[in-house]
Structure formats: structure tokens, C-alpha cells
């Protein structure tokens, strides 16, 4: 781990990143977010050397995966299309409602459950701080997928019986009463919602593990991709 502090320039992260790019024994790394006023996010990002690139973020693994070629999947994404596989969730002819058009996880989800395969083809309506009517799209969904950040927005009477909820929202609250001071909350409100879904994933502890181990697996991926082209 390279640890860097806020004062960072630039020009500094760019030359760390740079050596990292060319340092052999790295398979993969990531560079993490938020960063620093001063600096370029989408400039850092593009410096990270596609191969490497086991967030997913560079806009060469964004195409490919757009394109549905071999990549890496964005890390939250990969572990929710892990969790439907795992938990068999049937998305074949389903409507997903994506709620967010993050390029973390908004967009690229949209574009991964429309896919052809497992988990995919699926129907997908992509919903934003502009729709309107959003409760109209979201009460039809057999799907929905939040990564929205605005706590308890997805109420029980704007889902149907039986839907399946992937909640990646997360948001501190001021608790004074907690002993932290804060708790750690989602989109959804998860106690009335899940008396309605078949499926919910709760914050913390749902996508939030899975991004973590996607993000090893990646790792893992690029690991046995340098080793097939030095071979």
C-alpha cells in the first residue's frame, strides 16, 4: 500500500502511478476515492495502465466491457452480478430499474443486466434525480438496484410484492446517540421494504464485502493474465 497525504500534488501521484505501471511484480492496483481538491480524478485515472486497472475505471476496460469483451468489471458491479449468480436470482426477461448513473455503478450495471447471458438479459430502465414518475418505474420492477445516496429513499409503497433489492447506497447519519455518533445507512428503507422483497441486500454488509472480494478477484484475473502473456 502506498500512502500518500492530502497535500499531494498532481504531478507527484502521477509519477507514483507511473511506477507502478512499470513495476512488473504489480499485477494490479487501484487508486482510491475520493482524492484531493487539487487533483484530477479523470487525469489519474486515465493513467492507469488498462492492464492493471483491477477498479475497472479506465475507459478502454469501460469499452470493452460496453462491448461485452473479455475485462475487468468495475468491482461493485462484478459483486452484485456475483450475488445474483449466487443466490440463482432469475433475470432473464425481468425489468431491472437502476437507480444513479454513477460511472462507479449506475451506468455500468445498466449495461451489464442487459447483456446476453447469466446474470443479464433483463430489461433495464436507468432512473435519475431528472425522472420523473420515478415511483411508476420503480412499483413495475422485478429488479431494482440503488446506488443513489440518499437514505430510506426507496419506500415500501414504491415496490412490488416479491422484488429483489440491491441497496449500494450508503450514508453516515448523525446519531448522538450512537456511541460513534453516526449510523450507516442505505437507500432503501430496509425494515418495511424487506417485508415485501423476496431478496434485499442490507447496508452495511451487503455489497460492500463483495466489493472488496472483487476486487481481489480482479487482482487474481490480472495475476493470470500477465503470466499467460509472459509464458
Known amino acids: 500500500m502506498v500512502r500518500m497525504p492530502n497535500t499531494t500534488s498532481e504531478t507527484e501521484l502521477l509519477k507514483e502511478i507511473e511506477k507502478l505501471n512499470s513495476n512488473p511484480d504489480i ?10 481538491k487539487q487533483i484530477d480524478t479523470q487525469k489519474v485515472l486515465m493513467a492507469v495502465d488498462p492492464d492493471k486497472d483491477v477498479d475497472g475505471f479506465h475507459p478502454t476496460n469501460f469499452g470493452r ?22 443466490y440463482n436470482v432469475d433475470t432473464q426477461g425481468k425489468h431491472t430499474v437502476v437507480i444513479g448513473r454513477s460511472h462507479i455503478v449506475g451506468r455500468p450495471m445498466s449495461i451489464l443486466m442487459g447483456r446476453k447471458g447469466f446474470p443479464g438479459n433483463s430489461t433495464v430502465t436507468l432512473t435519475h434525480s431528472h ?3 420515478i415511483t411508476q418505474i420503480t412499483s413495475q420492477a422485478d429488479i431494482i438496484i440503488t446506488a443513489l445516496g440518499v437514505p ?14 440491491i441497496d449500494v447506497g450508503i450514508t453516515r ?9 453516526y449510523y450507516i445507512t442505505g437507500d432503501v428503507d430496509y425494515e418495511n421494504v424487506s417485508k415485501k ?3 434485499i441486500t442490507p447496508v452495511p454488509g451487503g455489497v460492500g464485502p463483495m466489493t472488496i472480494a472483487m476486487l ?16
Not at 27 to 36: A, N
Not at 152 to 165: H, N, S
Open 152 to 165: 430510506g429513499f426507496l419506500k415500501a409503497e414504491m415496490v412490488k410484492d416479491d422484488v429483489v433489492i
Open 197 to 199: 422483497a423476496s431478496h
Open 173 to 181: 447519519v448523525p446519531d448522538e446517540s450512537r456511541e460513534r455518533g
Open 27 to 36: 499485477d494490479g492496483f487501484i487508486v482510491q476515492l475520493p482524492l484531493p
Open 65 to 86: 466491457m460496453a462491448l461485452d469483451m473479455s475485462t475487468f468489471i468495475p468491482a461493485t458491479p462484478f459483486g452484485i452480478l456475483e450475488l445474483l449468480d449466487r
Open 216 to 231: 481481489l478477484k480482479n487482482t487474481l484475473l490480472a495475476r493470470e493474465r500477465h503470466r499467460a502473456a509472459n509464458r
Open 131 to 133: 425522472t420523473k414518475n
